[in-house]
């Protein structure tokens, strides 16, 4: 329906109908350049929570510097560096509860370490020794996942879990920009919507696409 009849409420042509009409909410906190914009959240006056997660914070950028220079010296097959993002892992890992379950991607080393996992598990995993992935801490938290949004539906299906057993738990599925591109994404996405499952999916775009930077 073009603007013109939405104003006289004509009748559009009978080859032209709407599909469908829908709002998106969305809140932030800063600006593009970092500024406050409104109130700052309540987290902003607790001074002893916000301390806790800088420490983890710092410890993660620590860690990667670590492991991406035993990488680069061939002491480590992989690593994928989360430079950067240390303040939306360990944002996420801070605002979960014990009892809910992650499902992150390759770079969620920040929100492993805010939930228990520690750093001899961390190297343990990425130097290929399965028992790095028995976590002392968070027991119930998936692996990392490695192929591109493949965890998406594993979320739910946590989530599809929780509201069968009348659990109060909630999947977290923490993904990169890129894998919103897949099906296992949509898919994933549309199944927790018609079901109204408790599952909540973080898209972090930072930028890049494995090493390949978005400018590139």
Not at 89 to 116: H, I, N, S
């Amino acid at each position: 329906m073009s603007d013109a009849d939405e104003a006289t409420g004509a009748e559009p042509d009978a080859a032209e109908r709407i599909a469908a009409r829908f709002a998106i909410r969305w809140r932030r906190c800063l600006d593009p350049d970092g500024r406050l914009v409104g109130a700052a959240p309540p987290i902003a006056a607790d001074r002893e929570r916000l301390v806790a997660i800088h420490r983890v914070m710092t410890l993660t950028r620590q860690f990667d510097a670590r492991a991406v220079s035993l990488q680069r010296t061939g002491q480590l097959g992989t690593f994928p560096s989360s430079l950067g993002q240390e303040g939306t892992t360990v944002g996420v890992g801070a605002a979960m509860r014990p009892e809910d379950v992650l499902f992150g991607t390759y770079r969620e080393q920040g929100t492993m370490l805010w939930r228990g996992v520690t750093l001899v598990e961390l190297f343990q995993m990425w130097s290929g020794d399965e028992r790095g992935l028995d976590y002392a801490g968070p027991r119930a938290d998936f692996p990392p996942a490695v192929p591109i949004a493949s965890q998406a539906p594993h979320a739910v299906g946590a989530a599809y879990a929780f509201r069968l057993r009348a659990e109060r738990r909630v999947a977290v599925c923490i993904l990169g920009d890129g894998a919103t591109s897949k099906g296992d994404f949509y898919e994933a996405m549309n199944a927790a919507g018609v079901w109204r499952l408790p599952v909540v999916f973080v898209i972090a775009n930072n930028g890049w696409a494995i090493s390949v930077p978005r400018a590139a």
